[in-house]
């Protein structure tokens, strides 16, 4: 509820947001919630993970290049803050990018303005950028790895999602909701001792694994309540006591 509250309050500010926590809780979903409801909704959203390109990727994919910069290049490319135009640009797992890109984003984030790769053009920009990490970005500032000043601008508005475990009673709300959006057929519920089984487990993989497990028990039983029988049967986990 307090993250609710502040995406109702940060969702038309022009201000960089930086969205904490562990992989598979739902930082994605939180960029989105702030990018749909807010003033730039009918604006395009953008969704990068800054750990699935090599570095040199990673500027063409954020900055864009032009021809000859590099071996491939054979046209000009517009990067996605160019692309974005006045939409929401969300960067994951933003502690991935090394220094030099830092230093190239950090300009981006201040200037409001992008150089292509291999260019020589200043280019106006103006979407928003929504970040995210599940790393201890204090630490790898601590270690030199990440910019401090580059932290400084992405946290204005810092949100911190907790993992699963350490709010339990959101479970079944989550279960109900993942039968309704993946069952297909018949109105289908997860038994209470099963719900219960369920808040037992500490969910490493959070909101990710849940939904993945509620899918594989759909999908494998074929009766109207899905019991702890169901789950020995389709065995996926073992539980960790808290």
């Given at each position: ?8 309050r ?24 702030i ?5 730039r ?10 750990g ?30 160019e ?11 933003i502690?991935?990018?090394n ?6 984003f950090l300009?981006?984030?201040q ?25 201890d ?9 990440f ?20 709010r ?75």
């Amino acid at each position: 509820e307090k993250i609710f509250k502040t995406i109702e309050r940060v969702k038309d500010s022009d201000f960089p947001v930086l969205i904490t926590g562990e992989s598979g809780v739902g930082k994605e979903l939180i960029a989105r919630a702030i990018h749909y409801s807010g003033v730039r909704s009918k604006e395009p959203f953008f969704a990068e993970n800054c750990g699935a390109f090599t570095e040199t990727l990673l500027e063409s994919e954020l900055f864009g290049y032009v021809r000859g910069a590099f071996t491939g290049a054979v046209s000009d490319r517009m990067g996605i803050f160019e692309l974005a135009g006045d939409g929401t640009i969300f960067l994951d797992e933003i502690g991935e990018m090394n220094n030099d890109t830092q230093k190239r984003f950090l300009r981006v984030i201040q200037e409001k303005e992008v150089r292509r790769v291999g260019g020589d053009k200043l280019i106006k920009v103006n979407s928003r950028v929504i970040c995210a990490t599940n790393r201890d970005l204090s630490k790898m500032i601590a270690d030199g790895t990440f910019r401090e000043d580059l932290y400084y601008r992405l946290s204005v508005i810092e949100i911190n999602v907790p993992p699963l475990r350490e709010r339990r009673e959101d479970i079944p709300l989550l279960i109900r909701h993942f039968i309704k959006k993946h069952e297909k057929g018949e109105a289908r519920e997860f038994s209470k001792g099963l719900v219960e089984y369920f808040k037992k487990y500490n969910w490493p993989g959070n909101i990710r694994e849940l939904e993945n497990d509620v899918v594989r028990l759909l999908t494998l039983s074929d009766n109207v309540i899905i019991d702890e029988k169901d789950l020995a049967e389709n065995r996926m986990m073992d539980i960790e006591m808290r």
